[in-house]
């Protein structure tokens, strides 16, 4: 059997596990971990609330199910805030990130994901940054509650390819990220999502089980990049490359 028939009858094998077991299960795991760090965030602390995120993360990859190899967790420092820049392939990547990458940080989301049920709410209690593209005035008022919240050791992390490529081939980056970790002096932790775009396909719950990595580079010191945004840019993108498979 070639590659492409194993991968057309993994796919249809696997549709009633998704839909009569995963299905009902992701809608309860979201459920109760959202309710979960909202309640950890509004009694103990958000950073609090952010470990029942990591929770609900690494269950849905259990339950996909999802192997994720890890490398270069020794490039984190504990205590220091980074922004995170990373590939981003498909739907799935918050699973991985969230789950498996061994550092508190925060997202930049849209604001329009503050409506969604229950996640939207969780997502705003924890911390995480929604971000108003409508103006300038409101992309400043996002810089100003980063800078608040990026702080012992609590890092923001943002895709700046800006949207999902579905495959190993980069988009072309946005400046923001870069533009953040220059404004508030902060190191960029590069970071490669493998395979991503093997398990989640392009539709709705489109799901196959399978693997996945996770690749932490080291840091990217900005200091010398001060008056070379583009230079930055170049320096990460070539790095989270590096670690692509070439499929």
């Known amino acids: 059997m070639d590659e492409k028939s194993f991968v057309a009858w993994k796919f249809w094998l696997y549709q009633p596990y998704k839909w009569l077991i995963f299905m009902p299960l992701m809608l309860v795991n979201s459920i109760v971990f959202a309710l979960l760090a909202i309640i950890m965030s509004l009694c103990v602390s958000p950073r609090a609330g952010?470990?029942?995120?990591?929770t609900w993360a690494l269950i849905t990859c259990w339950l996909t199910p999802v192997s994720v190899k890890v490398k270069g967790q020794n490039n984190i420092s504990e205590k220091k805030s980074y922004v995170i820049v990373s590939n981003h392939q498909t739907g799935f990547d918050i699973f991985l990130l969230y789950g498996y990458l061994p550092i508190d940080f925060k997202w930049v989301m849209k604001k329009e994901?503050?409506?969604?049920?229950?996640?939207g709410l969780a997502s705003e209690k924890v911390g995480h940054i929604f971000i108003d593209r409508?103006?300038?005035r409101a992309a400043v008022q996002t810089l100003e509650e980063a800078k608040r919240k990026l702080v012992n050791g609590t890092s923001v992390l943002i895709f700046p390819e800006g949207t999902r490529s579905r495959n190993n081939q980069m988009r072309p980056f946005k400046k923001g990220a870069f533009k953040l970790a220059l404004d508030?002096?902060?190191?960029?932790?590069?970071?490669?999502?493998?395979?991503?775009?093997k398990i989640k396909r392009a539709g709705f719950m489109n799901l196959v089980p399978g693997n996945a990595g996770l690749v932490v580079h080291p840091m990217i010191k900005t200091g010398g990049f001060k008056d070379d945004i583009s230079g930055l840019m170049i320096k990460a993108r070539q790095v989270i490359e590096s670690e692509l498979p070439s499929d």
Do not use: A, E
Request: glycine share 4%.
């Open 184 to 197: 508030l002096d902060l190191d960029i932790l590069p970071v490669t999502i493998q395979n991503s775009h």
């Open 134 to 136: 409508s103006s300038p």
């Open 50 to 54: 952010s470990l029942m995120g990591k």
């Open 113 to 119: 994901l503050r409506k969604l049920p229950f996640i």
